[in-house]
């Protein structure tokens, strides 16, 4: 079963508000996640590494005001897309590294989360 | 990470094994080869990993030459239901990259009746 859950997994907003996803590791913990964004026929670009307790850290080219993340426990990473364009439209994905016997080493995806800018 | 080439495409019969090819010839002797897919619209789901020896689970085999720069995914039985497209990644294990995977732009399977 799905050991990371993304929440919503669409969502249409209007162009100019704020969208928030959610990102549950289910049944471990996770220190470190990980968001990526993902358009049409294209390949997973990583946007930041969500760290609990601390600032995320952005990729180069990714603008930290806009997409906002937070990692209050152990269990869940937030990505807020604000002021949100039209461009914001895409499949927003987050990860997390699995711990303990039998998951260690793995990265588990979330089910994603198409979000529709309008 | 060390980069990674995979075809772009490949089709595959119904029943049939999928022989799915990866190159990664600057990988180092500390990084794993992880393959992925992924289904139209879903999130990356996890296929497999080695280091250097063969490895078997219940989707799938995994062979890695003896000199390590490259490796094929083995569908034994392809069905329908494995049309997606497969991501090749080398990854390391440690440091600050831990948990960051870099994606290439994969294979896409297609398996056909």
């Known amino acids: 079963g799905a050991v990371v859950s993304q929440h919503p997994s669409r969502v249409i907003c209007k162009s100019g508000t704020s969208v928030k996803i959610e990102c549950r590791s289910l049944?471990?913990?996770?220190?470190?996640m990980f968001w990526y964004r993902q358009f049409p026929k294209q390949s997973l670009m990583l946007m930041a590494t969500?760290?609990?307790?601390?600032?995320?850290?952005?990729e180069q080219g990714v603008e930290k005001d806009k997409f906002l993340i937070n990692h209050a426990s152990l269990t869940l990473s937030t990505l807020t897309v604000t002021s949100a364009h039209p461009e914001d439209s895409s499949f927003y994905i987050c990860?997390?590294?699995?711990?303990?016997?039998?998951?260690?080493?793995?990265?588990?995806f979330g089910e994603g989360s198409w979000l529709t800018v309008v | 990470d060390a980069k990674t080439t995979q075809p772009p495409s490949m089709d595959c019969a119904e029943g049939r094994a999928a022989n799915l090819p990866c190159n990664h010839s600057?990988?180092?002797?500390?990084?794993?080869v992880y393959w992925y897919r992924q289904i139209h619209s879903q999130g990356p789901q996890y296929i497999i990993h080695?280091?250097?020896n063969n490895e078997t689970n219940e989707m799938a085999s995994l062979i890695i030459t003896e000199d390590r720069k490259s490796s094929t995914l083995i569908l034994p039985h392809a069905t329908l239901r494995d049309t997606a497209v497969y991501y090749c990644?080398?990854?390391?294990?440690?440091?600050?990259?831990?948990?960051?995977?870099?994606f290439g732009q994969g294979t896409i399977l297609t398996v056909h009746p």
């Open positions: 990860s997390a590294p699995g711990v303990g016997t039998g998951r260690g080493n793995t990265i588990y």
């Open positions: 049944d471990f913990q996770a220190t470190t």
């Open positions: 969500s760290n609990e307790g601390s600032k995320a850290t952005y």
């Open positions: 600057t990988i180092s002797g500390n990084e794993y």
């Open positions: 080695g280091l250097k």
């Open positions: 990644i080398v990854r390391g294990l440690g440091g600050t990259s831990y948990g960051k995977l870099t």
